[in-house]
């Protein structure tokens, strides 16, 4: 019998037919399910399983990754392709039944066959996946790439994107086993780094079809199996969104948007097909979110207004008002539409209101979010209650309000941009992907932007500590937690969000480092999680001050932690590619910046003056 190598399917003689199916190599999803009911078949596979040597060590059925023979291991197979085309309507996508892909959901704990169910049925310890390192001559990135494509969900045999995390030790999946687009930002930029451009176009596509449906943009999908219309004997595959409806506390994932222009913009520099920025369809989910973003409101800054939980972190913390976070995301977005847009007379009111936009938060962000020790002593001092347009403190911010650790904590020589402003309040928390990404988006001004590096080094241990980096520094604790988090058991002091150290964060770091030439900060930080995060099976995040234990309720195998890494090994071996990311200011944008405000922000405006509809 000539040797076969199979990629998550079992051998054909063990396998019926799919409903409906022309393709017997390939199990059923109904066969899948209920395969603890068909002991005939577990015996056949199992003698199959016990035939020759040379069949049974190809047969690798862990979570479809690579296939080994003794040390060396086989890659993936390609999968015949579907022959459906991207539709105008996602309802109209079928399913080819050749595609030769199973990724359907089938209730289980992912889209994977289980290993332990496995197991049980054949008692083979190949079938085991390989520990860390096992492999001999394999490098932490080598791992990390496999990890990452054995994450690749495929919708008609096509790559679509990634699942959060493929952790074979946890049974509960929650909503781990989907699609989520800020997760897969890492993934698809590593893919880009890679020039492995199609999973990314394709995300691109699909996920904008689904935004269409509901003028939102989701925060995930999953792709399913159904029964076909009016024919039970029938499969097709469907993609299924979640807008925030069925997410824990029900949250709005605003910054999805948002990444979904910036991820949109690097394919096209990273690609060299802007075709797809240009596709009609593509320039209306532009225009959308623009416009669901530019919106008139109540609000009267030139910020992003937004609910707790609406970004990275999203479970109560207390960032509900304008959080840095989605501010520079926000400004990114805007730069990078501007730059994608399509100049046509449609466009011309959008573009005149994005312009205004991006000025007044520009400047907005640099002088009320900065915080460095010049500037607490002037904070120090302020006077409160003053009822008049030139005010010094616009915003009433009570001095009291400098917390004792902060005026400890911050270096002479660094500073930083705080994590909210709102009247009479001002977050003094270091939140880490604001700052990053305010440095990557030009949010920052160039001094701004060295002096956080500055902050960072000097600032290491807290920061950085044993696994970078903080997503937020310093934690909450006693009743401050119990108020802010509602007593949140999974985001206790220097935990998850709350002050917990996520490896994910290391690409933003990287990019940030590069574009201000100090690559040795990003490449720091790289070598310490590399000593440790193959070892510790690539964890979504740490816990305790220094980041010492894996996180308590962290999943393993977290997709955007191994794509995190990835890119930050990728950049910093070809740190021109980090340009990609860069969106410069243009002269004219820093022209009107210059001629609206004048070389000092703060000077008297007279009654000429024009007249603004944000408080800057």
């Known amino acids: ?63 479809g990754g690579p296939l080994y023979r003794g040390s ?35 209730g289980n704990r992912n889209m994977y066959m289980d290993e332990v169910n496995l197991k049980d049925v054949i008692g083979l310890e190949e079938l085991r996946r390989p520990e860390n390192g096992e492999e001999r001559g394999q490098t932490v990135e080598d791992e990390a790439w496999s990890l990452l494509k054995e994450s690749v969900v495929y919708y008609c045999g096509n790559p679509v994107g990634t699942i959060a995390a493929n952790d074979p030790s946890d049974a509960s999946v929650l909503n781990y086993d989907q699609v989520f687009i800020r997760d897969f930002i890492p993934s698809g930029v590593a893919f880009l780094l890679k020039g492995e451009y199609d999973i990314v176009r394709n995300f691109i596509l699909h996920t904008l079809q689904l935004q269409s449906r509901s003028r939102t943009d989701a925060a995930s999908f999953k792709v399913r199996t159904v029964p076909l219309d009016g024919d039970d004997s029938a499969t097709e595959e469907v993609l299924d969104p979640d807008f925030g409806e069925s997410a824990i506390g029900r949250v709005a994932p ?169 009247p009479a309040h001002m977050d003094f928390r270091f939140f880490s992907l604001g700052n990053l990404w305010s440095i990557v988006s030009n949010l920052a001004t160039a001094k701004q932007s060295h002096a956080i590096l500055d902050l960072v080094e000097a600032k290491w241990s807290d920061l950085v500590g044993d696994m970078p980096f903080k997503i937020c520094y310093p934690a909450l604790d006693g009743q401050e937690w119990a108020i802010i988090t509602g007593s949140d058991p999974k985001n206790t002091p220097w935990s998850y969000h709350n002050g917990g150290s996520w490896p994910t964060l290391l690409w933003q770091l990287t990019v940030a480092c590069i574009k201000m030439n100090r690559p040795e900060i990003a490449a720091r930080a790289v070598e310490l999680a590399e000593s440790r995060i193959s070892r510790d099976k690539w964890p979504e995040y740490y816990d305790t001050k220094r980041a010492r234990f894996i996180g308590k309720q962290a999943r393993l195998y977290q997709t955007w932690s191994i794509a995190g890494f990835l890119v930050a090994k990728q950049l910093l071996a070809n740190p021109d590619a980090a340009k990609m990311f860069v969106v410069e200011e243009d002269a004219a944008l820093v022209s009107a910046m210059n001629s609206m405000f004048g070389s000092s922000p703060r000077r008297k405006r007279g009654s000429k003056a024009p007249k603004n509809s944000y408080i800057i």
């Open 1 to 63: 019998m000539a040797p076969r190598l199979f990629y998550g399917a079992p051998p054909r003689d063990f396998c019926s037919r799919s409903r409906g199916s022309q393709n017997p190599g390939c199990p059923s999803v109904s066969h899948l399910q209920n395969r603890k009911k068909h002991s005939e078949n577990r015996t056949q596979y199992a003698r199959h399983l016990k035939g020759s040597m040379k069949d049974r060590k190809i047969c690798a059925l862990w979570n």
């Open 72 to 106: 060396k291991a086989f890659g993936r197979p390609e999968l015949p392709l579907c022959q459906c085309q991207l539709p105008e309507r996602i309802t109209e996508i079928g399913s080819d039944v050749k595609n030769g892909t199973f990724l359907r959901e089938t």
């Open 254 to 422: 605003v910054d999805s948007g948002l990444w979904w222009i910036i991820l949109l913009r690097a394919y096209g520099k990273f690609s060299g097909d802007v075709s797809v920025q240009e596709r009609i369809d593509v320039q209306t989910g532009i225009k959308m979110i623009l416009k669901l973003c530019l919106a008139d409101g109540f609000d009267m800054f030139p910020t992003l207004l937004v609910t707790d939980g609406s970004c990275m972190i999203d479970r109560r913390m207390g960032i509900h008002g304008h959080p840095l976070e989605i501010q520079a995301l926000f400004y990114s977005a805007l730069l990078c539409a501007r730059e994608m847009l399509a100049p046509e007379d449609g466009s011309a009111d959008l573009i005149r209101a994005l312009n205004n936009r991006l000025i007044a938060l520009s400047f907005h962000i640099r002088e009320y979010y900065w915080v460095d020790m010049k500037k607490l002593n002037e904070i120090y001092r302020y006077k409160t209650e003053e009822y008049s347009y030139d005010a010094i403190n616009k915003f009433n911010i009570y001095p009291d309000q400098i917390s004792p650790w902060l005026v400890e904590w911050m270096p002479s020589k660094g500073g930083y941009l705080i994590g909210n402003l709102q």
